[in-house]
Structure formats: structure tokens, C-alpha cells
């Protein structure tokens, strides 16, 4: 894996960050890619940081797969029609903790953290020019899409983070 990108994680975290993402990384650089790790990474740090952390209480092995399975929510990872994909049993046979488990735990993620399908803050680079949340904005009261507006209004709403890159 390339070297990973630094999140901020609380001295008092470090140790549980590490040994999750250690797991994660072995599963994506097994399974995934390295923009799958640097999800997970995020998710993990952002997790870390939460007061109190949720990641303090449980086992780690749970946690990583939790972290995968939002982040396979999210992506639409168990949706057979869309590349990568994975059946949600094999995700937790592979990591090997219940699929009941990493589902609950990837739930209260979702909802901790206000997360949904297709959220543009958890999707993967590759998916995130088909994904019209990241591309939908207010522009005088109406909802529009940005990849068909002026230059000028693409490099607005792009300077003021609502839109992820400015489209070519």
C-alpha cells in the first residue's frame, strides 16, 4: 500500500486506530484497493475522535469489520450489479466476525455519524462521478446540477466545498 494519508487521531485512541487499521489495510490490499483503506482509515480516525469514542469499548476485529461494512454501505459493495462487489457474508467470513455483528456495529456508525448510501464524504473516488449527491447544489433556491452549470459556478461552489473537484 502506498503510504497513508495522516488523519488526526487522539493520543489516547492511537493504539486501538492502529490495530484497526491494520486489519483493514491487510483486507483491502487483499480484496479492495487502496482507496477502500483510505475510507476505512477516515472512518476509523473520524471514530476515534467522537467523545467518547465507541471504539474504546469492544473488540478490534469488530470494529474493522464494521468499518468495512459502512464503508461496502456506502459504496454499494453487496450490490451484485455494481463493481467491487461482495456478499456481506463473505466480507464478515473473510474477516470472520457475524454478519449480525458487523451490521449492528455498521448501523450505529451510520447513524453516529449521520452517514447514508452515497454519501459523498464516504464515497469512493472511482464511484464519485455517478454520484449525484456530490454534484447537487442550491443555486438561487433551486436544486441544481453542477456539472452543468458555467465554469464560474462550478469553481465557486468548488472553492466553498460543495461540490468535490471542478468537473472537466
Known amino acids: 500500500m502506498p503510504e497513508e494519508k495522516a488523519y488526526r487521531v487522539p493520543k489516547k485512541m492511537r ?39 465507541p471504539l474504546a469499548r469492544g473488540h478490534t476485529k469488530s470494529w474493522a469489520a464494521a468499518v468495512l461494512y459502512t464503508i461496502g454501505r456506502v459504496n454499494f459493495l453487496f450490490d451484485e450489479s455494481r463493481p467491487p462487489y461482495m456478499q456481506a457474508t463473505e466480507l464478515c467470513r473473510l474477516i470472520d466476525v457475524s454478519q449480525s455483528t458487523a451490521s449492528s456495529k455498521s448501523t450505529d456508525i451510520m447513524e453516529m455519524l449521520d452517514i447514508i448510501q452515497l454519501d459523498p464524504d464516504w464515497t469512493l473516488p472511482s ?32 472553492r466553498k466545498g460543495l461540490i468535490p473537484y471542478i468537473p472537466q
Open 127 to 158: 464511484l464519485m462521478d455517478d454520484n449525484p449527491l456530490a454534484w447537487y447544489i442550491s443555486v438561487n433556491g433551486l436544486i441544481l446540477d453542477a456539472r452543468r452549470l458555467p465554469r464560474e459556478i462550478q469553481e465557486e461552489a468548488f
Open 15 to 53: 493504539s486501538k486506530y492502529d490495530a484497526i487499521v491494520e486489519l483493514t489495510d491487510d483486507f483491502c490490499q487483499a480484496h479492495f484497493d487502496d482507496d477502500y483503506a483510505d475510507l476505512c482509515r477516515k472512518l476509523t480516525a473520524t471514530l476515534s475522535r467522537k467523545r467518547p469514542s
